[in-house]
């Protein structure tokens, strides 16, 4: 059974600034990121337990899923009806921080 996916404001601007700064550098890397984080929500609306745990003051149950080739993690949480997308995070970021903002 899947689950409606949601994307906040904050987690679609990091999904374009990533992209755009892919565009920027490879004609094709920012439609490769693209593409690569929709496989990613697609497997998280069938299988919402399959991003690790990363719990925080503020969302217990915030859970991180990792793109395969690019370094950049999805942090979301699911309840039985939706999967929330929060924020879409490069790992060279200082991600505590800005997870502490949601």
Do not use: K
């Amino acid at each position: 059974m899947t689950r409606p996916l949601t994307v906040t404001q904050r987690a679609q601007a990091d999904i374009d600034e990533h992209a755009a700064y892919l565009d920027d550098r490879s004609p094709s890397a920012g439609e490769r990121f693209l593409a690569e984080l929709a496989q990613v929500f697609d497997r998280l609306v069938t299988f919402p337990a399959i991003g690790q745990r990363c719990p925080t003051n503020h969302h217990p149950r915030l859970r991180r899923a990792v793109l395969p080739t690019f370094p950049v993690s999805v942090f979301y949480r699911s309840s039985t009806v939706a999967v929330e997308v929060l924020r879409v995070l490069h790992h060279a970021r200082d991600i505590s921080p800005l997870l502490d903002e949601i």
